[in-house]
Nanobody, 117 residues
Framework: QVQLVESGGGLVQAGDSLRLSCAAS????????VNWFRQAPGKAREFVAAIRFSGGYTNYADSVKGRFIISRDNAKTTVYLQMNSLKPEDTAVYYCATGPTPNDYQWGQGTQVTVSS
């Protein structure tokens, strides 16, 4: 199994930036797609962004297009989520998830992002 550890969350003001990290270890393959999801209080978990670790594929939710950038560092087996122009509605726990198929996804423990207005 793959193990995932997120970091980089915090409390920021609207308009600020944060960079989240998702470090992968264990049984991880470059062809895996690594996803970021988020869950706000009282709301369902929602997709944020995804990247294929070998390159050639990224995807973003409409709500973050133009503000968030997903990238990876192959040497560190880490995926980043650069979040710019943050809004209060971006407040949520952010999780990364990956695996051979969505049904097999392993999840990290999550990192809290709070954006004050």
């Amino acid at each position: 199994q793959v193990q995932l550890v997120e970091s980089g969350g915090g409390l920021v003001q609207a308009g600020d930036s944060l960079r989240l990290s998702c470090a992968a270890s264990g049984r991880f393959f470059n062809w895996y797609v690594v996803n970021w999801f988020r869950q706000a209080p009282g709301k369902a978990r929602e997709f944020v962004a995804a990247i294929r670790f070998s390159g050639g594929y990224t995807n973003y939710a409409d709500s973050v297009k133009g503000r968030f950038i997903i990238s990876r560092d192959n040497a560190k087996t880490t995926v980043y989520l650069q979040m710019n122009s943050l809004k209060p509605e971006d407040t949520a726990v952010y999780y990364c998830a990956t695996g051979p198929t969505p049904n097999d996804y392993q999840w990290g423990q999550g990192t809290q992002v709070t954006v004050s207005s």
